[in-house]
């Protein structure tokens, strides 16, 4: 009869014990499995959740910018209806200078303040949309990679019982078995004796196997299947331990056969009834010994905007950008992540050798119009203060009529340069402008712009102090100080755009002067501005107050050069009128030139 298995344990040689505990070892690596599969279809739940989530936050989002655009069409509509109203209203008061147009232009004034309010709700609806949209693409990325995760494990899982399986079949084991057998009265005694043994073997085989599947971990999977492999018993050796007749005509061995299997590779997939590909042998890597599928391994050149970030792909980090990997051909998460930037994250597939840019965008809170700053420079000086603008859609030209959309942050000069900033420039790199070349700059007298030789921005042709602004400098000698600052500091110094300084200039204001479409007086230093320096000479910077984000002298004082190749300046003088100074005016003049009217500030560029 076929002994059960506690007796059979008893039994059992060294060998039988060595492979049980690798079946052990390979049952213990299932539930493992079992419980990161678990663990993991929790975290994809969640994640689902928190896509579902930040899904409707998108579609609130959407909506209320869809609304803001709706609000803003019929607040424009508005605004015309109010400033035709106003304009009629003019000319009425052009017969009729009695006539009270207060409340037309309190309408008009309402109309201006609705039409910006709403213009400020979308540029921050947009950005937060932006971010929304950010953000989802990351939980999307995190979901993808927890699947993927998911499908990785099952496949491990799927090994990892085949592998088992492969470890109970090897069990070594013994039967005892008795047999007892008829002989047909044609044979021999011995020939009675060997046919009753082979019988008392084929009966040891059979309980063998029966064994090996009962004691399998997954019995009810494997015996369906039984008929499909071979588990190609063998026997070692056997002892007999009683042989002779029970009685007048039977024959009786009892006997002790020592027993193992010695399936094929692939026959613990086929009766668990997985791909035969998940029985192959592995090595500690988990890559194939044999039978192996050529898989192509392809390199990633991964690059990125910034410096000092960090980059991980399929969970693995590879340090900071620029970086080449090698990789398998397939789908891959990549992400690329910087404090204070939006992390990259992206399921990309793989299939040659490619190179991936990535763009790291900083975050928006960190980053606020209106911030003041100083780099140092060489000596323990400063260099001269900014303040910053960040991207978004703004309002510029004549009247305000014109938006543009600001794709980059930047910072640019609270103040023109100053006569003492461009000295400390000078004494550094013993440096001559192009006035102290030609031995001329530029004036304006008696509203007649005349050469004056021999002067240069030491002597402009009236007193001035280290705070006043520097004049008769050229674009060319604006340029040298920018690029003076910027390898002094390692970052980007260079003379803004047109738009750049117009954005700085109005500050939000959609006016022609930052406080408002009437010049009034005393206000800042133009020709016939009323000030004490009108007409006379430059005043030192930050004698005016500042506009809404601090940048002094944006209206008046001194020309300040752009960057324009043709030779555009900005933003009026002090021997100019006050109708040339708005924000929105312009003054051309060759690039080469040096007048005592003519400054400029610097723009330094924000990664």
């Given at each position: 009869m076929r002994q059960g298995l506690p007796a059979l344990l008893l039994a059992l040689s060294p060998c039988l014990m060595v492979s049980s505990t690798l079946a052990e070892e390979a049952s213990s690596s299932v539930s493992t499995i079992d419980d990161a599969l678990s663990s993991q279809s929790a975290d994809l739940q969640d994640a689902k959740k928190t896509t579902e989530t930040q899904q409707a936050a998108y579609k609130k989002q959407s909506a209320e910018l869809v609304q803001l655009e709706t609000q803003a069409k019929a607040l424009d509509?508005?605004?015309?209806?109010?400033?035709?109203?106003?304009?009629?209203?003019?000319?009425?008061?052009?017969?009729?200078?009695?006539?009270?147009?207060?409340?037309?232009?309190?309408?008009?004034?309402?109309?201006?303040?609705?039409?910006?309010q709403n213009q400020k709700a979308r540029l921050e609806a947009t950005q937060k949309l932006q971010d929304i949209e950010a953000q989802l693409a990351q939980l999307k990325a995190k979901e993808s990679s927890i699947e993927q995760k998911i499908t990785a494990l099952g496949h491990d899982k799927l090994r990892a019982r085949a592998q088992r399986l492969k470890s109970e079949l090897k069990l070594t084991g013994e039967q005892k078995v008795s047999f007892t057998n008829k002989c047909d009265i044609k044979m021999t005694l011995a020939q009675c004796a060997d046919q009753t043994k082979e019988l008392a073997l084929q009966k040891a085989v059979n309980n063998y196997q029966d064994w090996l599947v009962d004691a399998a971990t997954e019995t009810s999977a494997i015996k369906p299947n039984l008929s499909k492999v071979s588990l190609n018993i063998h026997l070692i050796k056997y002892d007999t331990n009683k042989a002779g007749f029970a009685d007048s005509t039977r024959y009786q061995t009892v006997l002790?056969?020592?027993?193992?299997?010695?399936?094929?590779?692939?026959?613990?997939?086929?009766?668990?009834?997985?791909?035969?590909?998940y029985c192959y042998a592995v090595d500690q890597n988990g890559q194939r010994q044999q039978n192996q599928k050529e898989v192509a391994w392809v390199s990633l050149n991964v690059r990125s905007n910034q410096y000092n970030d960090n980059v991980v792909v399929d969970d693995v980090n590879y340090g900071s950008t620029p970086v080449e990997i090698m990789l398998p051909v397939g789908n891959h998460l990549i992400t690329i992540e910087k404090e204070g930037y939006h992390s990259f994250s992206q399921m990309i597939g793989i299939n040659s050798d490619q190179t991936l840019r990535a763009v790291?965008?900083?975050q928006a809170n960190l980053l606020k119009p209106g911030h003041k700053f100083a780099d140092s420079l060489k000596g323990n000086i400063k260099a001269p203060e900014m303040i910053t603008l960040i991207r978004g859609e703004y309002l510029v030209g004549e009247n305000a009529s014109r938006k543009i959309s600001l794709d980059h942050a930047f910072a640019m000069s609270a103040s023109p340069i100053t006569v003492g900033e461009f000295e400390t420039f000078v004494t550094q790199t013993g440096y001559q402008t192009d006035a102290e070349l030609k031995h001329l700059c530029i004036s304006v007298n008696n509203s007649e712009v005349t050469p004056v030789s021999d002067s240069y921005w030491r002597n402009p042709g009236f007193k001035q102090t280290a705070s006043n602004?520097?004049?008769?400098?050229?674009q060319n000698d604006a340029k040298a100080y920018t690029d003076w600052l910027s390898k002094q500091t390692g970052s980007v110094y260079r003379l803004p755009t047109e738009e750049e300084w117009e954005i700085a200039a109005r500050s939000g204001s959609q006016n022609d002067y930052w406080w408002g479409d009437d010049f009034g007086a005393d206000k800042a230093n133009t020709g016939w501005g009323g000030s004490k320096w009108s007409n006379k000479s430059t005043s030192p910077v930050g004698s005016f107050a500042p506009n809404n984000l601090g940048f002094y002298d944006v209206v008046g004082n001194v020309w300040e050069w752009t960057k324009d190749s043709r030779g555009m300046a900005k933003g009026g003088a002090w021997s100019f009128?006050?109708?040339?100074?708005?924000?929105?005016?312009?003054?051309?003049?060759?690039?080469?030139?040096?007048?005592?009217?003519?400054?400029?500030?610097?723009?330094?560029?924000l990664k």
């Open positions: 509509e508005t605004l015309q209806s109010a400033k035709a109203s106003l304009q009629k209203a003019y000319a009425k008061m052009l017969d009729d200078p009695k006539t009270d147009i207060t409340a037309i232009k309190e309408t008009y004034q309402s109309a201006w303040s609705d039409v910006k002790t056969a020592q027993l193992e299997s010695r399936a094929g590779e692939d026959a613990a997939c086929t009766l668990l009834g997985i791909d035969k590909s790291l965008r900083e602004p520097v004049v008769c400098v050229s009128s006050p109708d040339m100074a708005k924000a929105s005016s312009e003054l051309f003049i060759d690039p080469n030139s040096a007048a005592n009217y003519l400054g400029f500030r610097v723009l330094r560029e």
